[in-house]
């Protein structure tokens, strides 16, 4: 079995910066593709980054491309997400994503129903 905790989120300013970090916990965690989504109330839960499982390849949906940093320390058993120059269409509850064994692809790593394990989710507000 496989835990996912964000922690990091919080209000801020458009134009600002945040770091969410993911901690993961169990078995095989080194093993484990990862990615963050993010939903708003009313809405589909959506594909923000995602990193395979030796960090060799990241995926970013364009709206925060170029913005959002993903990398992970498999030492730590942590995925980071740095997020700059927020804008307030940033704002949603962002979760961790994680499972084994994910193809490494455009399609399956974007792809929600990939991930078996997900955390509870963190808010991030950002004010015009």
């Known amino acids: 079995q496989v835990q996912v905790v964000e922690s990091g989120g919080g209000l801020v300013q458009a134009g600002g910066s945040l770091r969410l970090s993911c901690a993961a916990s169990g078995r095989t965690t080194a093993s484990l593709a990862m990615g963050w989504f993010r939903q708003v109330p009313g809405k589909e839960r959506d594909f923000v980054a995602a990193?395979?499982?030796?960090?060799?390849?990241?995926y970013y949906a364009d709206s925060v491309k170029g913005r959002f940093t993903i990398s992970r320390d498999s030492t730590e058993n942590r995925m980071y997400l740095q997020m700059n120059n927020l804008k307030p269409e940033d704002t949603a509850v962002y979760y961790c994503a994680a499972d084994l064994y994910i193809p490494d692809s455009r399609i399956t790593m974007r792809n929600l129903t990939q991930y078996q394990y997900w955390g509870q989710g963190t808010q991030v507000t950002v004010s015009s």
């Open positions: 990193i395979t499982w030796n960090g060799g390849s990241t």
